[in-house]
């Protein structure tokens, strides 16, 4: 018996339970599953705007969609605001200021993004989407935004929430705040849904929706975020997604997240999903695809795979002179670290002392 598994026996680690990312988590480096996981170290993440952004948006959604709250989306915004100011650690600013600050700027958001197709829309001289309007702005965006007194409202504001949370030093607290609440805003349900099937459906959360990884006597917990049922009678089972780019067809087809939920929900209800999809709130587009068998028998495999091999203690330590490592993280153009992994210290010291001085 290896190290790792007298460890496991020792620490009565619980393995009754896995979930979609803690197995990606052990895909991406099994050490860093084991430090974290196992051995249950500290993990210091640095802020991620894109995170607190999906946050924001997911809960809102679900509790517009939730047909036994019935909440109105601005309503139900704001319900999880409050929650989430408390999360990212900020007293100074109450949901009712902050929303009415952020709401000019939520509808440049919106002119500067694919759904506006009118002549309010907001783009480049070439006709071009901007990449990043809050942060790259063209000379229009930068206008609109003094005339309302965006730019030096949210300065102030930003400027106070630092001293609150540092993590806003380098990333705006309205324009993530303004950002959420576009996405949330100016979400509709689509006229080809017929009805809400259901709305954060949870798995392997009680014993009469528990669910084994095969050949393992794990069950994977998850949330599937929306699905819905098409005037033809077909399942689709949808996931929200924040992130500015648009996933394509076959992204979608071979998305094994997706693949994996519409496996859990056929052994809950005994019916596959016939279409498995993305709901891309950036440009209000949804990127729907036919579920395959095959590709779903495929990914349980290969996750059932990746989960034994976490229950037989397997584990290794990855190299970090390998170039966009887990380890670290490179940009291509100038070789600089621009990220790299929370435990990369007790891995390699050595490592983790060239990349502060890079830093």
Not at 325 to 339: D, G
Request: net charge negative.
């Amino acid at each position: 018996m290896n190290t790792y598994s007298q460890n496991l026996q020792k620490q009565q680690v619980d393995f009754s339970y896995t979930s979609f990312s803690r197995i990606e988590s052990f895909k991406k480096c099994s050490e860093y599953y084991h430090k974290k996981y196992i051995k249950g170290e500290e993990e210091i993440k640095p802020f991620n705007k894109y995170l607190a952004i999906g946050q924001l948006v997911h809960s809102t959604l679900a509790e517009y969609l939730d047909e036994v709250t019935s909440s109105s989306k601005f309503d139900a915004f704001y319900f999880h605001l409050g929650p989430w100011l408390d999360e990212v650690g900020v007293h100074k600013y109450d949901p009712d200021d902050l929303l009415e600050y952020v709401m000019p700027a939520a509808d440049l958001l919106w002119r500067a993004s694919e759904k506006c197709k009118d002549e309010r829309a907001i783009r480049k001289e070439n006709g071009e989407l901007l990449s990043d309007p809050s942060k790259y702005p063209n000379k229009e965006f930068k206008r609109l935004c003094s005339e309302e007194g965006i730019t030096e409202r949210f300065a102030t504001i930003d400027n106070t929430v630092c001293k609150e949370n540092e993590a806003f030093i380098e990333e705006s607290f309205c324009w993530i705040i303004s950002k959420a609440y576009f996405l949330a805003i100016s979400f509709e349900v689509p006229d080809w849904v017929k009805e809400n099937t259901h709305v954060e459906l949870g798995f392997s959360t009680n014993n009469e929706n528990k669910v084994l990884i095969p050949n393992t006597n794990t069950a994977l917990r998850g949330y599937i975020d929306w699905i819905v049922r098409l005037e033809d009678g077909r399942l689709l089972l949808l996931d929200h997604k924040t992130s500015r780019k648009k996933p394509s067809a076959e992204e979608v087809f071979l998305h094994p997240q997706l693949n994996i939920y519409a496996w859990l929900y056929e052994k809950i209800y005994g019916v596959l999903p016939e279409l498995i999809g993305i709901n891309h709130l950036e440009s209000g587009e949804y990127i729907v695809v036919q579920t395959n068998r095959t590709v779903v028998g495929s990914f349980v495999d290969y996750y059932s795979e990746l989960q034994q091999s976490i229950e037989k203690g397997i584990h290794f330590k990855h190299d970090p002179n390998e170039y966009n490592t887990p380890c670290l993280k490179r940009n291509w153009k100038s070789n600089k670290v621009i990220e790299s992994c929370p435990f990369l210290a007790q891995c390699h010291p050595i490592f983790h002392h060239l990349v502060k001085e890079e830093l």
